[in-house]
């Protein structure tokens, strides 16, 4: 019997570690969020006593505000461009700072922990010359200072993860631009479109016209991109919906 070579055993270990680390900062930053919203709530306890006079009556306090800075720093509407690199694929997500820049550049705040208020997924596809091209992990994510944007990725499923302290739109321009990939109707990257090659945009297997990253985020939407010749794109089937697992 043959044994898997020393090389692939060290690389699925690999895989496996790093799946675990996301795994765990996910977690944190789940628990993250239930610290805030304690703490704020301890906070409002403590102003609400620090008012009361020494009859045992409550004082009358202006309110004070529980909502983190972030929330209110986002836009009443979504960016609906795409500003980023163009180069052609592979595309790997910005880290850290670099991703804290790019989600600040998309009009987005970074948070302390994932939103609930709106809390939706959709499916991103990108085909290039007739191949598909990963979606990175982790766009939208600053491991470092453990801040999320309420648009981001964690694994190379291609899965938007929408999740936001407040009700709002959410752009593929933002997505892009938190990419830090350029998008507009006649370019993806650094491949534009000419008498050979052609962009397409589908959402949910229709094709749209005009800049795709004007495409809004819907629950359980899938989008795809499809750029090369015709030839190329023959070999593509585009997908007309994806089968999300549990919990999404």
Do not use: C
């Not at 620090?50 to 009358?60: H, I």
């Not at 290039?128 to 694994?155: C, F, K, M, R």
């Not at 997505?175 to 006649?186: E, G, H, P």
């Not at 991109?225 to 585009?238: H, S």
Request: aromatic share 4%; glycine share 10%.
């Amino acid at each position: 019997m043959s044994r898997e070579p020393s090389d692939r055993r060290s690389r699925m270990s690999a895989e496996r570690a790093a799946d675990a680390r996301r795994e765990r900062r996910r977690r944190l930053l789940v628990r993250g969020g239930a610290v805030v919203a304690a703490l704020a709530l301890v906070g409002g306890v403590i102003a609400i006593v620090a008012t009361r006079d020494d009859s045992g009556g409550s004082g009358t306090a202006p309110a004070a505000s529980t909502a983190p800075a972030a929330v209110t720093a986002m836009p009443a509407t979504p960016r609906t461009t795409a500003e980023g690199r163009t180069t052609p694929p592979p595309w790997d997500a910005p880290a850290d700072a670099a991703a804290a820049a790019a989600v600040r550049a998309a009009g987005l705040p970074m948070l302390s922990a994932e939103g609930s208020a709106l809390h939706i997924h959709a499916h991103l596809d990108v085909f290039v010359d007739g191949e598909a091209v990963t979606v990175p992990p982790l766009i939208g994510i600053d491991e470092q200072a453990q801040q999320i944007s309420p648009l981001h990725t964690h694994d190379t499923t291609g899965v938007v993860h929408i999740e936001s302290p407040v009700q709002a739109d959410f752009s593929l321009g933002q997505f892009m631009t938190q990419w830090q990939v350029s998008l507009a109707a006649d370019h993806i990257g650094g491949l534009r479109t000419d008498a050979d090659h052609t962009l397409t945009a589908y959402v949910d297997g229709k094709a749209v016209g005009g800049d795709p990253a004007a495409i809004i985020f819907g629950a359980h939407q899938e989008v795809a991109l499809v750029y090369g010749t015709a030839d190329e794109n023959a070999r593509v089937t585009v997908p007309g919906s994806y089968t999300f697992g549990d919990g999404l």
